[in-house]
């Protein structure tokens, strides 16, 4: 499996990091790069609605908002990444 990095950015700074193979109110953008190639990046980019993921990519999502939320990066202060995690525990629908 591919090794992958992706960087949340605000105002063309790293904001917070995920590494993974295979949100937030306090980014605005993204880039996703594997190894030491950028394959995509995006501005204001809308995330996909949980009716769009299996149950799977929703537990996967949850465990790395989690990771995100426990880490030291100022994204886990994001309060809309808190409601998040709390609606995706509930099985709630999208929150916007």
């Known amino acids: 499996m591919a090794d992958y990095r992706m960087y949340l950015l605000a105002a063309d700074r790293i904001e917070a990091?995920?590494?993974?193979?295979?949100?937030?109110?306090?980014?605005?953008?993204?880039?996703?790069?594997?190894?030491?190639?950028?394959?995509?990046?995006?501005?204001g980019s809308q995330p996909a609605s949980l009716a769009e993921l299996?149950?799977?990519?929703?537990?996967?999502?949850?465990?790395?908002?989690?990771a995100i939320l426990t880490?030291?990066?100022?994204i886990a202060q994001s309060k809309h990444l808190i409601e998040r995690i709390e609606c995706l525990k509930r099985?709630?629908?999208?929150?916007?």
């Not at 299996?54 to 989690?66: D, G, K, M, S, Y």
């Open 17 to 43: 990091r995920e590494d993974f193979q295979a949100c937030s109110d306090r980014c605005d953008s993204f880039e996703l790069w594997r190894e030491k190639r950028k394959v995509d990046s995006a501005q």
């Open 91 to 96: 099985g709630w629908p999208d929150v916007k």
């Open 54 to 66: 299996t149950q799977a990519h929703q537990q996967l999502v949850l465990e790395t908002a989690q």
């Open 71 to 74: 880490s030291e990066w100022t």
